[in-house]
């Protein structure tokens, strides 16, 4: 029988794999979907991002995906890393519904967030709980709350830092 922690490690990968095609995908669905997230930012918030400021920003975001998948794999902390990068997509997710609840419609990368970074990270989180100490995952919480906040406010300054 499978420990919890060789469990934990499976599911990591599988999720290794998961989190950068997502990623992807509601990036792509940022950009393509609807009138595209840039004009809608325009159009709600005043907010002007170029494009190329938008893909520069999600590159840099993928790229530290990428690099804390590594990280934790090789500093074993995939359970902890986990609930980051799952809190993160939830905050994404819940930020998108919450806007789409309010302007009483879609918003670009509505769809990705809500079927699938929404039952994905609460799945994970519900998961990632039986298996992470409760101090490290309640910080790995407040992190994944942090990158939600510091991306809105880089996204609100037009993708200036």
Request: charge should be positive; proline fraction near 2%; avoid cysteine.
């Amino acid at each position: 029988m499978k420990s919890e922690a060789t469990r934990s490690e499976n599911l990591f990968g599988l999720f290794s794999w998961l989190i950068p095609v997502t990623y992807l995908i509601h990036i792509a669905e940022e950009y393509w979907g609807g009138e595209g997230y840039l004009a809608y930012l325009f159009r709600l918030r005043g907010v002007h991002m170029s494009p190329g400021r938008f893909l520069v920003a999600q590159a840099i975001g993928f790229a530290l995906v990428i690099v804390g998948i590594i990280l934790a794999r090789r500093l074993n902390f995939v359970g902890m890393m986990m609930v980051i990068l799952m809190m993160t997509m939830l905050g994404n997710a819940l930020t998108h519904t919450y806007n789409a609840v309010l302007a009483r419609g879609y918003n670009p990368g509505l769809l990705s967030a809500v079927f699938i970074w929404l039952p994905l990270g609460l799945f994970a989180l519900v998961r990632f709980f039986r298996t992470t100490t409760r101090t490290k995952y309640w910080i790995a919480i407040a992190i994944g709350i942090g990158i939600n906040i510091a991306v809105g406010v880089i996204t609100m300054r037009g993708g200036r830092l």
